[in-house]
């Protein structure tokens, strides 16, 4: 005896769900080299090496925002995907806090050597207070966009009783804030973010390339 065929829907069924585990495995394939990393720089380390970034758990999704630069252009966050990000945020009139992080930022890239330009250094303005033109120069390599505090506020978290304005953020090419550096970093603390950057610049080399597809 021959099986009858089963009916169309049944078979509609059975093909829509061999397509998405088909799709699925195929994500998983795309996936792996990403999670691979994450886990050789979070798990698979030598004992009593220890980050001096805080680990952010869960890792934050990049919300569909829509910036402006510092021209008043519209510019959707989305677009500083495709590249490690070290972010800072500060009013307009940039602080002596908002003048360090800069200076830790631009210093923190160039160290990074041959690895610098897989990393864009980000200055987040969460007011309308216009940048100071004695500052401008310096900001020459960096991204600088405008965005209201209330609204990074649905991405971004200080640590408790923290400011802000008083971190550095490290964003994957996912657009995943993925790290935060202690409250208020100084030379030393700068040196041990130095070996955080280095470590995950090394664990996501098999799958991370310099600059955003064109």
Not at 30 to 53: K, M, Q, W
Not at 99 to 108: K, P, S
Not at 139 to 144: E, F, K, N, P, S
């Amino acid at each position: 005896m021959h099986a009858l065929p089963g009916p169309p829907e049944l078979e509609a069924a059975e093909r829509t769900s061999r397509g998405r585990l088909k799709m699925l495995f195929v994500a998983l394939i795309c996936a792996a080299p990403v999670i691979a990393s994450y886990f050789t720089y979070y798990v698979v380390r030598p004992e009593g090496r220890r980050n001096y970034g805080e680990l952010v758990e869960p890792q934050r999704p990049m919300p569909a925002l829509q910036a402006t630069t510092l021209d008043g252009a519209p510019l959707p966050l989305a677009r500083l995907k495709d590249q490690w990000l070290l972010v800072s945020v500060g009013g307009g009139a940039c602080d002596t806090r908002c003048e360090n992080h800069l200076y830790l930022q631009r210093q923190l890239r160039e160290v990074l050597g041959k690895d610098k330009d897989r990393l864009d250094w980000v200055w987040i303005v969460d007011d309308q207070v216009p940048v100071r033109d004695a500052i401008r120069p310096a900001l020459a390599t960096a991204t600088v966009l405008r965005l209201p505090r209330e609204q990074l506020a649905a991405w971004l978290q200080p640590a408790a009783g923290q400011d802000l304005s008083a971190h550095l953020y490290v964003v994957d090419p996912m657009g995943n804030w993925m790290l935060r550096f202690p409250a208020d970093m100084d030379r030393a603390g700068a040196d041990k973010a130095k070996r955080d950057l280095t470590r995950l610049m090394r664990a996501s080399a098999g799958w991370d390339q310099a600059g955003r597809p064109q």
